[in-house]
Nanobody, 125 residues
C-alpha cells in the first residue's frame, strides 16, 4: 500500500506565505515524479507544480503560469517527500491542494498515479 500524507494548509491573508509538505510511504520501488495539483468547486483539478526525476540532474520542474515566480517546489528524495513554498499568495490561489506521485510500488510495476487526501488553502483578501 502506498500513502501520501499532506500537511501545511490553512488560512492566510493575501500577500502571505504557506508551505505544503507531502511524504510518500509504503511500498515504493521508484518515483518518477512528485507534484501538487489544486481544485476548486466546479472546476477540473489543475497542475500547480511538479518535479520529474531525471538520471543526469536533480529533476525537471514545471509550474503553472499563474504561480511562476511565487511558488517553489522542492523534493527530498531520501524522504520520498515534496514541498511547495507558496509566497505572495492571492485570493485566487484558494483551493484544495492535492499531492501527487507517479511511482512504481514494485520493480515489476507500471508507473501509476497516487494522490493525497487534499489540504485546504484559503487566502483572504
Amino acid at each position: 500500500q502506498v500513502q501520501l500524507v499532506e500537511s501545511g494548509g490553512g488560512l492566510v491573508q493575501a500577500g502571505g506565505s504557506l508551505r505544503l509538505s507531502c511524504a510518500a510511504s509504503g511500498s515504493i520501488f521508484s518515483i518518477n515524479a512528485m507534484g501538487w495539483y489544486r481544485q476548486t468547486p466546479g472546476k477540473q483539478r489543475e497542475l500547480v507544480a511538479k518535479v520529474t526525476s531525471t538520471i543526469t540532474s536533480g529533476g525537471i520542474t514545471n509550474y503553472a503560469d499563474s504561480v511562476k515566480g511565487r511558488f517553489t517546489i522542492s523534493r527530498d528524495n531520501a524522504k520520498n517527500a515534496v514541498y511547495l513554498q507558496m509566497n505572495s499568495l492571492k485570493p485566487e490561489d484558494t483551493a484544495v491542494y492535492y499531492c501527487n506521485a507517479v511511482l512504481r510500488p514494485f520493480h515489476y510495476s507500471v508507473p501509476r498515479d497516487y494522490w493525497g487526501q487534499g489540504t485546504q488553502v484559503t487566502v483572504s483578501s
